[in-house]
């Protein structure tokens, strides 16, 4: 079975605060990996993918354990703005492009 | 943005009816996906293609067909509506599906369908 597992949270956060996310796939032959974010009631956005090595886009930065199978999500210096939902995303193979969503986690960050 | 839109945005019909929901891009990107979301469950795939009159099903396939006649448009026909199609459906598109680039996906504004 295909599962992707998040913690839901919400993970409550000051401005300022870093937060990180986990995330566990089951499907140790995974290809791709991406975290994508969603606000509420609009569609998800790409916020960056996951590769082996893992890789960081200003505040944010993500890394890929293919061992422990997990990938993370770190946000540094959290912004009111990056309240959403963050959704972890598996590519299971490379056959064709269909994606395994985890549920989300929920990120609320406060003044 | 990537040029995505979808139709109806918003939708309420009654149950037994059809519904067409309409995913159009500007992108010329080869492959197309419809996916639902509900409460509790990830995005779900219902059906996708990979090229003009080529598709095939997903995930959560029953009870919907799709049709694509040309690059730009995908359609989602529920050919009798019932109230568990209640849900949002997004439309996601993607240039490749290859790694390491290309392969993502890009979705449209969703469409919030209603069946009573």
């Known amino acids: 079975r295909k599962e992707v597992e998040q913690d839901p949270g919400p993970f409550n956060v000051p401005e300022g605060a870093t937060v990180a996310f986990n995330c566990t796939y089951s499907?140790?032959?995974?290809?791709?990996f991406f975290w994508y974010r969603q606000d509420c009631r609009k569609e998800p956005k790409l916020l960056m993918s996951?590769?082996?090595s893992g890789n960081e886009d200003g505040r944010f930065t993500a890394q890929l354990n293919r061992a422990s199978q997990y990938i993370s999500l770190l946000i540094r210096d959290s912004k009111l703005s990056d309240s959403a939902t963050y959704l972890c995303?598996?590519?299971?193979?490379?056959?064709?492009?269909?994606?395994?969503f985890g549920k989300g986690t929920m990120l609320l960050v406060s003044p | 943005d990537a040029g995505i839109t979808q139709s109806p945005r918003h939708k309420v019909t009654e149950t037994g009816t059809p519904v067409t929901l309409r995913c159009h891009q500007t992108?010329?990107?080869?492959?197309m996906y419809w996916y639902r979301q509900d409460p509790g469950h990830g995005l779900r795939l219902i059906h996708y293609s990979y090229g003009v009159k080529d598709t095939d099903k997903g995930e959560v396939s029953d009870g919907y067909s799709v049709s694509r006649s040309k690059t730009e448009d995908f359609l989602l026909t529920l050919e009798s509506a019932t109230s568990s199609q209640t849900s949002v459906y997004f439309c996601?598109?993607?240039?490749?599906?290859?790694?390491?680039?290309?392969?993502?996906?890009?979705f449209g504004p969703g469409t919030r369908l209603t069946v009573l």
């Open positions: 499907n140790s032959a995974s290809q791709s």
């Open positions: 995303v598996v590519n299971w193979d490379s056959g064709y492009s269909t994606l395994t």
């Open positions: 992108e010329n990107h080869r492959y």
């Open positions: 996951v590769y082996s």
């Open positions: 996601a598109i993607s240039e490749s599906i290859y790694p390491p680039v290309g392969h993502e996906q890009f």
